[in-house]
């Protein structure tokens, strides 16, 4: 057995890049856009409330958590979670990303499609990523034990179906996002929270915070290439 394969790191490199450049653009983007006020004087709270309002969205509770960028819509509990930078912020940058999560609830109003898909592959998503690498190992540990091939194999399977699923949902994931992000916008406009001069700031921070997704998945598409050369699944390598 290896604990430390050079090839590991070398597959995953371009996602781990990307992933450091996407927080690196959103730290900066979220800390710049923070300290500008938008000429409305909404603060996050208030913008996400507005925007479900315009779009006719009914029942959703905004709530702060605690928390520094921990902003989120709960679809089973059908409550906004806006964290206090964006609570109490008044700032394009609390506008921005109250809206995208209000963008979130309208999506789950409209019964948009990818949104339905992306919380029925959570469980098994969150399973997948924290049982795949054990199940595999298991599978290599029985793949070279007497008689036990034909087991190793399944498990080897399963381990890698477990990464599979975890890249199936971060590409469902990404329309998911992205959709939210036009949706608040576009809101933020018509509602006049937002300036179009002031729409490219908001900008910015949703670009960015798009682009963690995408490192997202192509961290989890990496990893997925990575057990299967390493499995022999492609390239017809055996493990060593
Ligand atoms: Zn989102």
Redesign the pocket.
């Known amino acids: 057995m290896y604990f430390f394969d050079p090839m590991y790191l070398l597959i995953m490199l371009p996602g781990i890049a990307l992933a450091a450049w996407a927080q690196w653009r959103v730290q900066s983007a979220f800390g710049m856009a923070s300290r500008i006020r938008p000429r409305s004087g909404y603060v996050g709270a208030q913008a996400a409330d507005e925007v479900m309002r315009a779009a006719g969205v009914e029942g959703v509770q905004i709530r702060p958590v605690e928390g520094y960028l921990s902003d ?2 709960d679809p089973r509990a059908k409550t906004l979670n806006l964290s206090p930078d964006v609570y109490q912020g008044e700032s394009l940058a609390a506008l921005g990303i109250a809206a ?2 209000a ?2 609830a309208i999506q789950d109003a409209r019964g948009y499609p990818y949104l339905g898909i992306r919380n029925a592959l959570v469980p098994l998503a969150s399973f997948g990523s924290q049982a795949a690498w054990l199940i595999l190992f298991a599978g290599f540990i029985f793949g070279g034990a007497l008689h036990m091939y034909l087991l190793g194999q399944t498990l080897i399977y399963a381990g890698i179906a477990g990464f599979a699923i975890v890249v199936l949902f971060q590409l469902v994931n990404l329309p ?2 992205f959709d ?2 036009r949706r608040a916008r576009i809101a933020l406009q018509e509602t006049g929270l937002v300036a179009p001069d002031e729409d490219a700031t908001v900008g910015k921070v949703l670009n960015a ?1 798009a682009l963690t997704y995408v490192a997202a998945t192509l961290s989890a598409a990496l990893m997925l290439l990575y057990v299967l050369l390493r499995s022999g699944v492609l390239g017809g390598r055996r493990r060593d």
């Open positions: 989120h819509y995208h999560e963008g979130h998911v996002e939210a992000s915070a």
